[in-house]
């Protein structure tokens, strides 16, 4: 019998979606699907459990304990679950509701909470700070003191899962280049349509020359693109962390900047983000004011391989390599796109596209998760990189900015750095358009 208040009970019933939580048929579907089941082979590390012990809580026939909280964090949010699941249970916006009710409940220790602060509220929601963070990036790599700090062994003394990813961190742009940016970048040829970039945090930081690419690729396919000023962190990782009123503050800001932008469309190359930017107005479910608001940003959304491949194709120059596309999660179960960069990586003259077995499962990156769960995410690297490696493929695809970390420190880890690449989609497609260098 559930003793708790009942204004507690109705409160976890709404955050927890209860409604949903009921539709879970307990068939098994996802079991397979789930790459924290297939390693550990636990109930608890399935959505089926994951959901059964949700019901629990709000039933009151569990505890919010450590053991709950620990059972949550697990669970890569990849959402491959949803695509295997007959109900169609919105299982990632139940992990959500979950682990905002874990951090309602659970106090975390101070350190926790110094650097959830730091990250979370102080730097990603700031676009001028993180490019500040790219320019020290680019200093640290070019003074020579990552050199240094790895010959020194500092590097040691580190955590393991950050001295790992330090190494697949990407060349950063300089800031000069930071400060060339074109805010508008004009359509060649015939202009089809005006777009809004949305550049997002991590990726503008760790990728900028990504977004560079991604404007410049949308041009050569006939795209007016601005740079949309206003614009900020998408929320997924503030969501993904339980911290929903965060996430929902930096969603007004994204679609208040859209609203005085005028363009017609808003672009993003990021799988992560692109999920979380068409799933706005479930956040404001309800909300007379700002629902409307956001399902029409929701229908302004386009990935970046989804809006290409309904335009026609620009001339491009063969790229003679074999090549083969991880996808991102969000990407793929969270939006449904899945054929169009495969069939715009089949496009460019002298590609041989081989198809990688499983390539809609996870490859551990998950967000921060590579850092949180750092066992787990490479028992799940690993596995994928051997599937990787029997493509024989020059160069491993991704579409979003946490899976190519994650491709590039599995290449390293399974000593593949002289034979492969891994390339984000929009840097492939603009080599292939772009003039060649004189």
Not at 101 to 124: A, C, D, G, S
Not at 237 to 253: I, M, S
């Amino acid at each position: 019998m559930n003793t708790q208040p009942a204004n507690d009970i109705l409160q976890l019933m709404e955050t927890m979606h209860y409604d949903e939580i009921l539709n879970c048929m307990r068939c098994g579907f996802c079991l397979p699907a789930c790459p924290t089941y297939r390693e550990t082979g636990k109930e608890t590390a399935s959505p089926r459990g994951r959901i059964a012990m949700m019901k629990a809580v709000v039933n009151g026939q569990l505890d919010i304990s450590e053991k709950f909280d620990s059972d949550m964090y697990l669970c890569l949010g990849c959402r491959a679950c949803e695509t295997a699941c007959p109900a169609g249970v919105p299982y990632g916006k139940l992990i959500e509701g979950a682990r905002e009710v874990v951090e309602t409940y659970r106090k975390r220790p101070i350190f926790i909470r110094l650097v959830h602060n730091l990250t979370m509220q102080r730097l990603f929601p700031y676009p001028n700070r993180m490019q500040k963070l790219g320019s020290l990036l680019y200093f640290y790599q070019k003074s020579g003191l990552a050199t240094l700090a790895r010959k020194s062994g500092i590097m040691k003394l580190l955590p393991r899962s950050m001295a790992e990813m330090e190494k697949a961190v990407p060349q950063a742009a300089s800031p000069a280049e930071r400060k060339a940016r074109q805010r508008f970048v004009p359509a060649k040829g015939e202009k089809r349509m005006t777009v809004g970039l949305f550049t997002g945090c991590v990726m503008d930081v760790m990728f900028f020359n990504t977004n560079e690419a991604t404007a410049k690729l949308l041009s050569a396919f006939g795209c007016d693109v601005v740079y949309i000023e206003g614009q900020t962190c998408c929320g997924a990782l503030h969501a993904h962390a339980g911290d929903k009123e965060a996430a929902k503050q930096l969603a007004k800001q994204n679609i208040e900047a859209f609203e005085g932008s005028g363009v017609e469309g808003l672009v993003n190359n990021a799988g992560g983000c692109g999920a979380a930017l068409k799933e706005y107005h479930h956040w404001f479910q309800g909300d007379p004011e700002w629902e409307p608001r956001a399902r029409r940003f929701v229908e302004a959304q386009r990935d970046v391989n989804e809006l290409l491949a309904t335009l026609p194709l620009p001339k491009m120059r063969p790229l003679p390599c074999r090549v083969t596309y991880q996808d991102s999660c969000h990407l793929a179960h969270g939006q449904k796109v899945r054929w169009q960069p495969r069939e715009l990586l089949k496009s460019i003259p002298g590609i041989e596209y081989v198809e990688l077995p499983e390539a809609d499962r996870c490859c551990g990156s998950a967000g921060i998760y590579n850092i949180t769960n750092f066992d787990m995410s490479m028992r799940i690297l690993d596995g994928k990189m051997q599937q990787v490696k029997e493509t024989k493929a020059d160069l491993v695809v991704t579409s979003n900015p946490g899976c190519l970390l994650q491709m590039r420190a599995g290449i390293v880890r399974a000593g593949l750095q002289d034979r492969m690449r891994a390339v984000h989609i929009a840097d492939l497609l603009y080599e292939a358009v772009a003039e060649p260098a004189p």
